[in-house]
């Protein structure tokens, strides 16, 4: 059963408590859920709602595109993510993508263009604050990128959001492409979460090949929650590009320590990493050997996903 923290923000949305991510009910909300690849594929995305609710999923973490890279998602179509996505009784991480690889990438947006899209997107969200987070953009920073930029990059955002009147519990992603190699979000994840006038932020690591091995694992959790600080592993997989990951010890420790993942990704995912499907072909009743152990191994989703009572009224 989900525990009681303390009774719900006045604005009745997500909120961070004692280093916990705290639903509008006052309960403590362990994500359980999967990346869905809207600015891809958005004809998908509403199919894929359902299906991977109906599978245990409790939240779901939806790529946005700002128009930098890809098509750019609409106001009116994230708001009609938010109608299925409430229907379906999950919880929605909106994330922009074109961010990916600020630093390394060429053609990458700085994270300070992301704020614009945020901005055009502030009437659709408001009032949402029990449905949904702000990830403010996807694994922002990478290369030459220094620890410092990454502070410096994000602090600002926090305060421009802010500034916009967006109240909801934002997440921010890890350096050396969310997955933090360099030790940049673990080191100065306290003095960010502090920026925020409202204390209101997740962190998000991306565990990939540099977590191949349980030691690696804990002792990044560990961190988190020594420091009391609200951490959730956004992405993972099986493996990365050939390079093993150590999954099992991802879906061990979260449960053991009350960690919420999501993993990566729904389908349609590039050859190269095409055994990151959860499904086969946007398909829902066809899982990939990934999808099995995702959604029904041990420390899976079927074992581990607990809905928020805020679908029902907090009853």
């Keep these: 059963m ?3 923290l303390a009774a719900a923000p006045a604005f009745a949305g997500f909120s961070v408590r004692d280093g916990r991510l705290v639903d509008a009910c006052g309960e403590a909300f362990v994500a359980r859920g999967v990346n869905l690849p809207h600015a891809w594929k958005p004809r998908a995305t ?4 359902r299906q991977s609710a109906a599978l245990g999923a409790n939240a779901v973490r939806i790529v946005l595109s700002d128009g930098t890279r890809w098509r750019r ?3 009116q179509a994230v708001r009609k993510i938010l109608v299925q996505a409430r229907r379906a009784r999950q919880v929605v991480i909106l994330e922009v993508h074109d961010t990916t690889g600020y630093g390394l990438e060429p053609e990458a947006a700085h994270i300070g263009s992301a704020l614009a899209y945020w901005a055009k997107l502030e009437p659709v969200l408001r009032g949402q604050e029990d449905l949904v987070l702000v990830n403010i953009g996807n694994e922002p920073t990478a290369g030459a990128t220094t620890p410092e930029q990454w502070l410096e990059a994000h602090r600002t955002a926090i305060i421009a959001l802010r500034a916009l009147g967006l109240r909801h519990t934002l997440v921010v992603d890890a350096h050396d492409y969310g997955q933090d190699r360099s030790g940049t979000m673990r080191d100065r994840a306290a003095q960010l979460f502090a920026a925020d006038p409202l204390r209101n932020v997740v962190f998000d690591v991306h565990m990939y090949e540099a977590y191949g091995e349980a030691q690696a694992v804990e002792r990044y959790l560990r961190a988190f929650e020594t420091a009391r600080l609200p951490l959730i592993v956004g992405e993972f ?3 990365h590009r050939g390079q093993p990951v150590d999954e099992e010890a991802i879906f061990r420790l979260a449960g053991a320590m009350g960690v919420g993942y999501l993993g ?8 190269e990493v095409a055994n ?3 499904v086969e072909r946007f398909d829902g009743r066809r899982l990939t050997p990934w999808g099995e152990r995702f959604f029904y191994g ?14 029902s009224g907090c009853r």
């Design 73 to 75: 998602t609409s106001p």
């Design 298 to 311: 041990p420390g899976g989703v079927r074992q581990t996903s607990r809905r928020s009572r805020v679908f």
């Design 276 to 278: 990151l499907d959860l």
């Design 237 to 239: 997989g099986p493996d």
């Design 46 to 49: 509403g199919k894929a709602i």
């Design 2 to 4: 989900a525990s009681v």
């Design 264 to 271: 990566w990704s729904w389908s349609g995912n590039a050859q």
